[in-house]
Each structure stands twice: as structure tokens, then as C-alpha cells.
């Protein structure tokens, strides 16, 4: 039989002649564990084997073949911390302690202590006249969601650098009750009039809160042929008898029109949302708005009078010209037919026929219809009223055989985000065709296809001397090309800021959005819950699509009225983000550089995009540093220029990644696709 190893029975198969088992003992191997201690801070080390504590000696410890180690570093207090580097055999490696869960061979683990750099966090209650202010304020701290209360009302107070830091306002109830009036951060009025509001700041930071009486404004309801849905109100924590939105805030809801019908008229403020109105700032507030399939998403920020609404919802009205030398009939439904200035749902599939007087024959239809071929076609009802027209000319003379003429036709076919000019065309045998490739605003074409062959991104073609039936497709695809329309001026990114131009690039597509009306804080650090609302936005801005707000907890310190809830909520359902053991997602925790960079990659494979690249990262001081689950990652990354090195030529895995770092990777990023 053969040798086993370490096997202390052995079972005989079904014994047919005289056997011989033989046992060979040998000596259990013992290993070596090497502890070094490097940084400028200070901590203890204990080391236990098999749940026993053994004492380090000379920097090292002895253990038996398969035993289980742990080791485990104790900062010397609050302002110290500790990070353990194992170069092989590390199970489970935590904040302050490594896991060894089966030794089979010598191992070196490295502990860095390192001092923690404070801060000062102060928050206030103030009033704009000798009155006292009108409620008070707490302050919490610490990491994740795990927060403390923290005495810095009145005073300020030390507190470890890379906390989140949560102010919460509380308004009077006296008198009809109070709200937030507005933040101040630094000096500088902060954009947001929610009562609590959560930071991780990078230097000293104070907070000021200031309360004025409760006032709402009546926002519009649902009419006739129409539906109106609040999407969001932002923020939601002011609580109102009747359907109102708080002064200053921010509502955002749909109009949708019933089936049939389409938005004839739609105002706000006085703002024709039908053009697609963008940032538009108006008596009452600031209007933009967005169009998909008939129904407008309508944004109205600062909010300062009851929103003013004209809304009419109607059924397209149809327009049949009166040909001369034929007559053209359209039905629809069983063959009912249509006649001039009647209603039609939107939506409905027409049948439009031509027929020509005697002596004459179609030569083209017109309006809506323009494109189309034959004396027999189709049309859907568009969003508005419509046109059908047809021009009928003189057949030619008929002498001796009538000659058979041959014709061919050409099919198009269009992607998402554009069209292809006429939709279709039948041309006579060695004729020749025209198309034009027109992309909607935001996309670009990508590639068009002859007969199934690329001729790359051409912005026409012409079929000459037709021989056979064709096909022509055009494939369109997103355009990063920032909103020019947008205006960002930010009093903290100057041009000659060497993230100047990703800040721009992010913010006009809509990724980024400023801490306040004129700041950025590129020297903010980015949590985890920023950087997937970003991701959101992109995969939104990609696809012409809303997340839709997220139904059931994904993760369970992830509420469903957060911000980035749906964005959370998304990601994690398509394999982008994972959280941790317990269950959490830790929204409000710093990222790390190989964070995002594992997150970007997870969604470039989700996006179908080639990952293939990749690099050694030996050019960096701590490449071995990268953490196994984003090693890959990290070297598709490096590989594509997504990341860079610091500049003491470290990656900096495990380091905190600024918002205006995040800027320039996303920036990057897109610029590969």
C-alpha cells in the first residue's frame, strides 16, 4: 500500500491474503515566527499559540507543525494605531491583530505603530439678532456608524483625524416650530439644510447652525390626465399638515400622462420644461428638468413661494393632407378609420394606405411619414401631434412590353442614442442611396456596419449601383463629453490645480456634485458611500436611466432615505460592492485607494469592458502591500494609467483617497473606454 501521511488509523479494504502494515513515526516540524516592530508610534505585542499565550522572545517565537497563532498588537492608547504586514500564511488579518490558522513553514510579520494626527471639532447655536438661538445642537464622532457623543458643543475638542463626524441641529417646537436655516462650515455657508449632517474632515472644523420659523410651500398634485409623483424632498425632515415643501428646500417629482395621452403643456415657474430645461433660476426657485418616453423628472431647488405649475395633458391631434391625383386612408384597430383632426392615443400602431389615380403612382410620403416606402406602411403615434402627407406623380407612358423593373431594399437598424436618415429605402436595380447617422445629444457614433461589415464611424454612407437587398446599422454609445452648459466655479480649484480638469470633467457629467454652492473640498477625504453614489451616476449617465429607490436593506446600516441608498443598493445586487462580515456596508468610512480601485474594476466587468490588462507593480516601494482581493485590480489599474504612484513612490494601498484624487481616477478611467 502506499505511505499516508500523518494519518493516526489506517483501514485494511477487504483482506484476500496475509498483508503488512508498516508505521514510520517521525518528528513534529517546528517553525519559525519572526515579529518585527516598525513606525514612530508606540504599542505592546502578545503572541498565543493554540489559544495559549506565549512569551516573544528575540523578536520570535517557536510553534509546531499545523498549530494556530494569533498576534495581536495593543497601541498605546487612543492616539496610536497598529497595522499588521504578513508576507504569507495570514488568514485573517484585522485592525490590530493577524490570524495564522494553519502553520506549515516559516513566516515574518511585520506590526507598524504609527500616532494618529488630531484635530479640533466645535459646533455652535447662533441667531442672527439678540434673541437666543431657536433649538440646540449634539455632536457624535467616530468610525463608520459606530458613533460616540462628543462634548464639543460650546468648545472645542481633540479628536483623532479620519472620524466621521456627525452634527445634529435640533430645532424649537415653541411658538409654530423652527428649522434649519442654514450650515456654516469654516466660515463658509455649507449646502445642505437637513438636520444632521455627517463629515470626515481632513483639518480643525466648526459648525454653526442657525433656525428660522417653519415655512412650507404648496407643491403641485395630480390632474386631469396626469400624475404627478413626489420623487424626493430634499431634505425630508420637516414635518408639514398638507402636501408642502420646506422654504429653501429641494422637490423633485415626476408628471407622467395618462395612456394616450402626451404633455401639450408643462410650466414651472414659468420655465417650458418640454425643451428639457436645465438649471433655469427663476422667481421661486431653480428648474431643470428630464424627458424619457413622455414623462418629466422635474427638479426645483431653493424653493421660495408656492411652486406655480401649468399642466396640459391631451391626446395627439392627426393632420391627413389632401393629395392631389390619389388619396391616402389611415386606420387603425380592427381597421377603423381615421379621418382629418381627430385624436389618436399615443402609442397606437397606424395603417396608412396610398392609392393613386388612374395615370398616376406614389412617388414619396411626407411629414411624419418621410422615409418611408410602398403604397402600405406603418407608424406608431408619437408624444404630439403629427403630419402625414404623400405627393403622387404621373406614371410614364406605357409603350410595347412593360419592362420589369427590378428593386432592391435597404434596412436600417439604429442603436440606442440616434437614428439613421431615411429609416428605410427601396431603390431601383444599379441605383444609389444616401443615409445619414445623426446621434441624439449625449451620445456619439461608435461604429457602422455595411452588410454586417465595420466601416468604422463614418457620419454618412452611400450605396452606389445597388445590386442586392443591404443593410446598413449604426451603433451609438455614450459621450463623456461634459455638460457645457454647466457652471463651475469653485472658489477652493484653481486652473493651474494639477486636478483642475477632472474636477471640471466630473462635476459637468453630473458624477460629482460641490460641498457647497462655490467650494469642492478636493482635499476632502471620500467615504465609501460618496464614492458608489459617483459610481451610480455613471452607470445612470452610461445607461439614460434612474436607479430606482431601493426597496429592502442591502446592507443594515444602510437606511432606504439615505442618498446613496439606491446606488448602494444597486452595486450590491450586481456584484460591484461587498460588505463586511458583520453586515455592514460602513457608508460613512473613508475609502482606500485599493478600495475604489477593486470597486472600478468589479464595475468595468460588469459594464463588459476589457480587463485584461495588467502590470507588475515592482516599479512601488509597497507594491507587495496591496491587499490580495484587490491585487488584480490594482494591476489592471497601474497598467491603464487609472492610478499613479505618491510621490515618495509608494501605491499607498490602505492610504485615504481625497475627492479630488477620486476626481482624477474616474476621470482616467473614462478616458480608456
Not at 274 to 295: C, F, P, W, Y
Request: a negative charge; one cysteine or more.
Amino acid at each position: 500500500m502506499e505511505n499516508s501521511a500523518e494519518l493516526l488509523s489506517y483501514t485494511l479494504p477487504t483482506i484476500a491474503d496475509d498483508s503488512l502494515v508498516t508505521v514510520e513515526f517521525m518528528e513534529i516540524p517546528k517553525y519559525i515566527i519572526c515579529i518585527s516592530i516598525t513606525g514612530t508610534g508606540e504599542g505592546t505585542i502578545n503572541a498565543f499559540v493554540n489559544g495559549n499565550e506565549t512569551p516573544i522572545v528575540a523578536g520570535s517565537i517557536i510553534v509546531n507543525n499545523h498549530d494556530v497563532v494569533e498576534l495581536i498588537a495593543t497601541p498605546f492608547d487612543e492616539y496610536n494605531n497598529a497595522t499588521w504586514t504578513v508576507l504569507s500564511g495570514a488568514n485573517e488579518v484585522g485592525e490590530n491583530s493577524v490570524r495564522l490558522t494553519d502553520v506549515v513553514s516559516d513566516i515574518n510579520a511585520t506590526v507598524k505603530f504609527g500616532v494618529a494626527e488630531l484635530i479640533t471639532v466645535e459646533a455652535y447655536t447662533r441667531s442672527l439678532d439678540a434673541e437666543p438661538a431657536k433649538g440646540n445642537i449634539s455632536v457624535k464622532a467616530g468610525y463608520g456608524t459606530d458613533l460616540e457623543t462628543l462634548n464639543a458643543v460650546g468648545t472645542p475638542i481633540k479628536m483623532t483625524k479620519g472620524k466621521t463626524v456627525e452634527f445634529t441641529a435640533i430645532p424649537s417646537i415653541s411658538e409654530s416650530g423652527y428649522m434649519v436655516e442654514k450650515w456654516v462650515i469654516n466660515g463658509e455657508i455649507y449646502e445642505n439644510l437637513s438636520n444632521t449632517i455627517s463629515l470626515v474632515p481632513e483639518t480643525n472644523i466648526k459648525a454653526e447652525v442657525y433656525f428660522e420659523p417653519i415655512v412650507g410651500f404648496t407643491i403641485p398634485t395630480s390632474g386631469e390626465n396626469y400624475t404627478i409623483t413626489i420623487v424626493e424632498k430634499i431634505p425630508d425632515d420637516v414635518s408639514f399638515e398638507g402636501n408642502k415643501i420646506r422654504k429653501n428646500g429641494t422637490l423633485i417629482f415626476s408628471v407622467s400622462p395618462a395612456d394616450g395621452y402626451y404633455l401639450k403643456e408643462l410650466e414651472i415657474f414659468g420655465v417650458n420644461c418640454l425643451n428639457g430645461a436645465n438649471k433655469q433660476t427663476k422667481d421661486g426657485g431653480i428648474v431643470s428638468a428630464v424627458e424619457d418616453n413622455g414623462v418629466y423628472t422635474i427638479t426645483v431647488e431653493k424653493i421660495t413661494k408656492d411652486i406655480e405649475c401649468t399642466i396640459t395633458a391631451v391626446k395627439p391631434v392627426i393632420t391627413i393632407t389632401s393629395p392631389t391625383n390619389g388619396t391616402i386612408t389611415v386606420s387603425y384597430v380592427g381597421d377603423l378609420t381615421i379621418t382629418n383632426g381627430e385624436e389618436v392615443p399615443v402609442g397606437t400602431e397606424l395603417t396608412l394606405k396610398a392609392v393613386a389615380n388612374s395615370g398616376y403612382q406614389l412617388s414619396s410620403w411626407g411629414y411624419f411619414a418621410s422615409g418611408k416606402s410602398g403604397s402600405l406602411i406603418k407608424l406608431i403615434v408619437p408624444h404630439g401631434d403629427f403630419t402625414i402627407s404623400a405627393t403622387f406623380v404621373s406614371s410614364p407612358p406605357v409603350s410595347g412590353p412593360i419592362p420589369i423593373i427590378v428593386k432592391y431594399t435597404i434596412d436600417t437598424f439604429a442603436s440606442i442614442g440616434g437614428s439613421i436618415s431615411p429609416e428605410s429605402a427601396t431603390v431601383d436595380v444599379g441605383g444609389s442611396q444616401l443615409f445619414s447617422i445623426i446621434p441624439e445629444k449625449g451620445y456619439e457614433i461608435s461604429d457602422v456596419l455595411v452588410n454586417g461589415k465595420s466601416i468604422g464611424a463614418v457620419s454618412s454612407y452611400t450605396f452606389t449601383n445597388i445590386q442586392k437587398n443591404s443593410s446598413i446599422e449604426a451603433v451609438f454609445s455614450k459621450s463623456f463629453i461634459p455638460d457645457s452648459s454647466t457652471q463651475i466655479n469653485f472658489n477652493d480649484v484653481d486652473d493651474d490645480d494639477w486636478f483642475s480638469e477632472s474636477v471640471r470633467f466630473v462635476v459637468g457629467l453630473g458624477l460629482f456634485k460641490g460641498t457647497s454652492e462655490d467650494g469642492f473640498s478636493p482635499n476632502l477625504s471620500m467615504t465609501r458611500g460618496m464614492f458608489v453614489t459617483a459610481l451610480g451616476r455613471l452607470y445612470e449617465y452610461m445607461n439614460d436611466l434612474g436607479l430606482d429607490q431601493s426597496e429592502g436593506l442591502s446592507f443594515n446600516d444602510v437606511p432606504l432615505n439615505m442618498y446613496y441608498s439606491p446606488s448602494v443598493k444597486w452595486a450590491s445586487g450586481n456584484g460591484i460592492i461587498s460588505g463586511y462580515e458583520n453586515g455592514e456596508f460602513r457608508p460613512d468610512e473613508p475609502i482606500t485607494r485599493e478600495q475604489i480601485v477593486a470597486i472600478i474594476h468589479r464595475f468595468a466587468i460588469y459594464a463588459g469592458l476589457d480587463t485584461s490588462s495588467t502590470s507588475d507593480l515592482d516599479d512601488f516601494s509597497d507594491g507587495d502591500g496591496v491587499s490580495s482581493w484587490a491585487l488584480e485590480a490594482m494591476r489592471w489599474a497601474v497598467d491603464l494609467g487609472i492610478i499613479g504612484g505618491r510621490a515618495d513612490g509608494t501605491i499607498d494601498p490602505q492610504g485615504l483617497a481625497q475627492r479630488a484624487e477620486v476626481a482624477a481616477i474616474i476621470h482616467r478611467f473614462l478616458l480608456t473606454l
